[in-house]
């Protein structure tokens, strides 16, 4: 492997290149020994490992238990962007933000290949939340909480234009036109959104949610209602398997691969829907999002939103969540998950009367 590019399969990863990727932040350091154990294979590998450092690894006090992830397996270059995107939200906006996020020892990118090398959670005292558990209402709330200071540390800035600094992050678009975009297309074709609706998450969705016309023309109202901003800087995949809960009681962020310029209602509906149980989700959604608005201001946004702006947004934004769990493949979620969580998002698109169940309105949602 020629030095300094990133390894591209398993085999690549050895204690030489991670001494050396971790000598960038601290110099002196070498791995000594490399201990591979559990292989997560997914949209990215995550390679859980134990190491053992020289001297000045132990002096620094790096972690025994890593988790090493990039995109190692044979499907890593038909979504690299997603590596790439995670290794340079850790590089270049992690140490911005004031919010839970994992201990991060490497995170670099090329252009082949994006490589992450943080703690492993599960020797941190973590514990990695489950759609099966929802959130009680203190813990959504902090959970809220910092995703509004990720939502005001961008907030309309100048760096997220095209040409601005942070113009490589992707715009967030429901059914994007580029390629990427042929999945959701492809799950609204008659043949596939049958096949889908009639597994056992769709079963437990409110019929009128399952109309495959009315769904794909409420996609189209949110695309249009996400371009009138504000944007700011969205996680993008903000459901309960991509956090998790810290040794302190905190709230942390895992799985940055869908970071985006986007707008806040779409990580905030995303997110406290598919973490509530729908009862709880009715009770306390309001004080909620009252929560997240006045975050909004303590984190330095000068004009947040009003409670109406701020619901018809959310409304507007339900669609996306109720047709990604309706038609997200089992290889990418286990069945139990999408049965857990895509009748949240249908009941919740009930009570708001939003789109698909309640009428589009003029101009975008």
């Given at each position: 492997m020629a030095k300094g590019r990133l390894p591209l399969t398993v085999e690549e990863v050895t204690a030489d290149w991670l001494?050396?990727?971790?000598?960038?932040?601290?110099?002196?350091?070498?791995?000594?020994?490399?201990?591979?154990?559990?292989?997560?294979?997914?949209?990215g590998t995550k390679m859980m490992a134990r190491v053992a450092y020289n001297e000045a690894g132990r002096a620094a006090g790096l972690p025994d238990h890593l988790c090493i992830k990039a995109g190692l397996a044979?499907?890593?270059?038909l979504v690299k962007f997603c590596y790439q995107t995670e290794a340079r939200f850790f590089d270049r906006l992690a140490p911005q933000l004031s919010m839970g996020l994992p201990r991060i020892l490497f995170a670099a990118d090329d252009a082949d290949q994006g490589m992450v090398v943080m703690e492993d959670l599960r020797h941190a005292g973590a514990r990695i939340c489950r759609v099966q558990e929802p959130l009680d209402k203190g813990a959504a709330?902090?959970?809220?909480?910092?995703?509004?200071?990720?939502?005001?540390?961008?907030?309309?800035?100048p760096a997220l234009?095209?040409?601005?600094a942070l113009g490589w992050l992707m715009r967030h678009d429901p059914l994007p036109d580029e390629q990427w975009g042929d999945f959701g297309r492809g799950q609204l074709q008659p043949a596939t959104w049958d096949r889908y609706m009639a597994l056992p998450r769709a079963l437990a969705v409110p019929a009128r949610c399952r109309d495959r016309v009315t769904m794909a023309a409420a996609l189209q109202a949110l695309r249009r209602y996400g371009r009138r901003g504000p944007v700011c800087v969205i996680h993008g995949d903000a459901h309960l398997g991509n956090m998790y809960i810290r040794a302190d009681g905190g709230p942390g962020f895992l799985d940055w691969q869908t970071t985006r310029r986007g707008h806040w209602a779409q990580d905030v509906?995303?997110?406290?829907?598919?973490?509530?149980?729908?009862?709880?989700?009715r009770t306390w959604e309001q004080e909620l999002i009252a929560g997240y608005l006045a975050a909004l201001a303590r984190h330095g946004?000068?004009?947040?939103?009003?409670?109406?702006?701020?619901?018809?947004?959310?409304?507007?934004?339900?669609?996306?969540?109720?047709f990604y769990w309706m038609v997200n493949p089992v290889e990418w979620q286990a069945e139990e998950n999408n049965a857990a969580t895509a009748p949240r998002f249908g009941w919740a698109a009930v009570d708001h009367h939003a789109p698909p169940v309640g009428p589009i309105q003029a101009g975008g949602a």
């Open positions: 001494g050396e990727a971790l000598s960038a932040r601290h110099p002196g350091v070498a791995v000594e020994r490399l201990e591979v154990g559990d292989i997560l294979w997914g949209t044979e499907h890593r270059e709330a902090a959970f809220l909480d910092d995703l509004a200071a990720l939502h005001a540390r961008w907030w309309n800035s234009e095209d040409d601005g509906a995303y997110f406290y829907i598919s973490a509530l149980d729908p009862l709880d989700r946004v000068a004009d947040p939103p009003g409670l109406p702006q701020a619901w018809e947004a959310i409304r507007a934004h339900i669609v996306y969540g109720l």
